[in-house]
């Protein structure tokens, strides 16, 4: 079976969306973050701070392209992964990419929940720094992405029905995986 790819904007819900919907398929949870602070031994903001996001970026290409070999996994990508057209043309050859929306105050507001972790919103003014990459970056996710899920006002349990509801339409997913209809 193919990867399901999580691509989209910082505060989107890429990992802990990912990381439910993983729980739902049964399948191996992959958050490229994460792997990448675990094999480095400091956080995303501390590698940021200490080598500079050039660095960050490397780290982050060898690290999508191990884990795009893998199969049946869910992958959370970070906010950034599609600058690099490496990192998708990898990713795509064994998945299908989910692009995940939500609106301008909405990533504010879930971006600021947990301040200093995104080092590139660590800065006066946050919402000019999300406006301004938002418009850097949107064709770069439309242009990626074989599917797109809006967030804004949902909860992760409601985006996780739609992403399997899309993967079954699109023949994704094979037999049925627990649903809504399955919780009562
Ligand atoms: N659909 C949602 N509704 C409300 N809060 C959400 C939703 N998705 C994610 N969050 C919250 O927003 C914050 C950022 O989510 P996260 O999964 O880290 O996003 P990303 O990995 O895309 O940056 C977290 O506090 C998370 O719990
Ligand atoms: O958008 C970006 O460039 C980044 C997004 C972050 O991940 P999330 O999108 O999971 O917050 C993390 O990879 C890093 O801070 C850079
Ligand atoms: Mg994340």
């Given at each position: 079976?193919?990867?399901?790819v999580?691509?989209g ?13 993983a ?10 973050d ?13 590698i ?16 999508i ?14 906010g ?11 990713l ?10 939500a ?9 600021s ?7 590139l ?22 242009a990626?992405?074989d ?22 339409q699109?023949?994704y997913?094979r037999?049925?995986s ?7």
């Amino acid at each position: 079976m193919k990867n399901i790819v999580l691509i989209g904007f910082m505060g989107t819900g890429k990992s802990s969306t990912g990381r439910l919907l993983a729980q739902r398929l049964r399948r191996v949870f992959v958050d490229i973050d994460r792997k990448i602070e675990l094999e480095q031994g400091m956080t995303i903001s501390e590698i940021f701070h200490t080598y500079g996001e050039e660095y960050f970026r490397q780290r982050e290409r060898a690290t999508i392209a191990k884990v795009a070999r893998y199969t049946n996994t869910v992958i959370a990508t970070g906010g950034g992964a599609v600058l690099n057209p490496d990192n998708i043309a990898c990713l795509k050859r064994r998945g299908v990419v989910i692009w995940l929306t939500a609106s301008p105050d909405v990533i504010f507001e879930r971006t600021s929940r947990r301040r200093g972790s995104r080092p590139l919103l660590d800065r006066p003014n946050p919402r000019d720094a999300i406006a301004g990459l938002l418009e850097e970056r949107q064709r770069l996710y439309q242009a990626a992405s074989d599917f797109t899920i809006d967030t804004t006002a949902k909860k992760p349990w409601q985006v996780v029905d739609e992403i399997v509801d899309v993967l079954r339409q699109g023949g994704y997913l094979r037999g049925r995986s627990r649903s809504k209809s399955w919780q009562g």
